[in-house]
């Protein structure tokens, strides 16, 4: 079974279970499901960034700040989260992310609804090489600089969930 057969959950505008769809079909016809961003940071607190592989069905050979991607029928945020941060980073024994805001993403790809979590990955990675061409580590500095000057070709829905996680912090501090 191939990406594009994996069953999702379609949701509607409020995050409600409407029915049950495959990968391809939900993209195809643009149905609303659901995804998990997660902030992984190593032991010094730098946040891990990517380029994605140029086979993803959704913005290939982008770069991301988040690893995460969509659940499965019936998966949890929370389960999510865990299990695609520890495929994509290639570690076992991660705590558990910890959940930190919902926004619906509405873009030229479609729309879905974003759970963004952070994590603190002290394991050594060794990202699954289906879904990470290439990542480092940078620091908040550094990740700033790179999304202000425009030099890489970020993820749109990456991009909204770091601009929201930035007001999020503010916020609270």
């Not at 032991?43 to 995460?68: C, E, N, Q």
Request: overall charge negative; charged content about 30%.
């Amino acid at each position: 079974m191939g990406a594009a057969d994996e069953v999702l959950d379609v949701v509607d505008r409020d995050d409600r279970v409407t029915g049950q769809a495959a990968r391809g079909e939900v993209y195809a016809r643009g149905l609303i499901h659901r995804c998990v961003f997660v902030q992984a940071r190593d032991a010094r607190g730098r946040i891990f960034v990517h380029r994605r592989t140029a086979s993803k069905l959704v913005f290939p050979s982008r770069y991301d700040m988040f690893v995460g991607g969509v659940l499965g029928a019936g998966e949890s945020y929370g389960e999510a989260a865990l299990r695609e941060a520890e495929e994509e980073l290639g570690v076992h024994g991660l705590p558990q992310p910890v959940p930190l805001f919902k926004f619906l993403y509405e873009g030229r790809a479609g729309a879905w609804w974003s759970y963004v979590h952070e994590v603190r990955c002290e394991l050594p990675v060794a990202p699954q090489e289906s879904e990470v061409d290439w990542h480092t580590y940078l620091t908040e500095e550094e990740l700033d600089r790179r999304v202000a000057e425009g030099s890489w070709a970020w993820v749109p829905d990456g991009l909204e969930a770091y601009r929201r996680l930035r007001e999020f912090r503010g916020a609270r501090q």
